[in-house]
């Protein structure tokens, strides 16, 4: 599970990392350190990897913490009962 902004400190996207972790583990939680508004501004690269993801989530707040790991639990239980 990622945690972070995604931000690439004017580096290029590694999309294929993201791709090719994706491909290796059942389930992709990015828990993203700053508001919604944020992503993909300035030298954010989250929007080239949140297509590998299976849920991106807002942490920025402790409510957003809190929602995020409610998520997380949703996609884990989805991932049990094989849907």
Not at 27 to 41: I, K
Not at 50 to 67: F, Q
Request: glycine share 6%.
């Amino acid at each position: 599970m990622p945690v972070g902004d995604a931000r690439a400190n004017q580096f290029p996207a590694c999309a294929w990392l993201a791709e090719e972790l994706r491909a290796h583990v059942r389930r992709v939680a990015w828990l993203v350190t700053e508001p919604a508004e944020r992503w993909g501004t300035g030298d954010s690269r989250l929007l080239d990897y949140a297509p590998h993801a299976d849920l991106v989530h807002e942490t920025a707040t402790l409510d957003g913490l809190v929602a995020s790991l409610a998520a997380v639990l949703r996609l884990a239980r989805r991932a049990r009962s094989g849907r």
